[in-house]
């Protein structure tokens, strides 16, 4: 039975807004969801199988130093978790995976003051798959997943797929990401670095996994142009963003 605690903190988690950008724009460099503080520091937050991660930054998009705790809501779960500095990224170690529902507060400090930010996603949807996407989830597994996650939400060595950026209507057409999966691509949005070659992919299967990339992103509510924010930058050069 959950326990009172539990549905209060849900109910501050679930129930918060967001603040609002001073500028309209944000920009996530590591594929997380991204929000500013009233006193204008931009907080980066990503969940990663076993694992969270957030980036502080100033509004002029430098890192600052920051210390605090995440908490939790998984699976009617409240967890406590302690986050600790590892290079310009606060990780945590938790039961989480990214293709749970998870929702987050943030206790932060940051130049001597608390701050906070409240973050949530919803569980992965998986749908029925038509024999192409399937067999193109088999090849994602094996050549994809290592970067861009088994539930397509990203991982510490690449960005999400399940994401604005990619969705159908985009700057990011079929072309583009055929053109990754056969050839790699040029890091010029996320701070991952450059995407290689994708190893292992057969000629022919990066239309599977294509196939396979659209299923999930219609699936999770990013099946058209309507599913890309207003006051997202794009990048119309014809190259991923990675």
């Not at 430098?62 to 406590?80: E, I, M, N, R």
């Amino acid at each position: 039975m959950k326990t009172l605690a539990t549905l209060a903190v849900a109910a501050v988690i679930l129930g918060a807004s967001l603040p609002a950008s001073a500028d309209g724009v944000l920009t996530a460099n590591y594929g997380g969801q991204i929000t500013e503080t009233a006193d204008g520091w931009r907080i980066e937050f990503a969940v990663r199988d076993g694992g969270i991660r957030a980036w502080v930054r100033d509004h002029g998009d430098k890192p600052v130093a920051a210390s605090g705790k995440a908490t939790l809501l998984v699976a009617g779960k409240k967890l406590d978790v302690p986050l600790k500095a590892d290079g310009e990224m606060l990780a945590a170690d938790a039961g989480v995976a990214s293709a749970d529902k998870v929702a987050a507060i943030l206790s932060l400090t940051v130049n001597g003051k608390p701050i906070s930010a409240r973050f949530g996603q919803e569980a992965l949807v998986v749908p029925q798959l038509s024999a192409q996407a399937g067999a193109g989830k088999a090849a994602f597994e094996q050549a994809c997943a290592a970067c861009h996650g088994a539930a397509l939400r990203g991982s510490d060595a690449g960005p999400p797929l399940l994401h604005a950026f990619y969705s159908p209507g985009s700057g990011h057409g079929d072309d583009v990401i055929l053109a990754a999966a056969a050839n790699g691509a040029k890091a010029h949005h996320w701070k991952f670095g450059d995407m290689p070659k994708p190893e292992g992919l057969k000629p022919g299967q990066e239309k599977d996994v294509l196939a396979y990339i659209r299923a999930m992103q219609t699936a999770n509510g990013l099946g058209g142009a309507a599913a890309m924010p207003a006051s997202m930058p794009m990048d119309h050069s014809g190259h991923m963003k990675h």
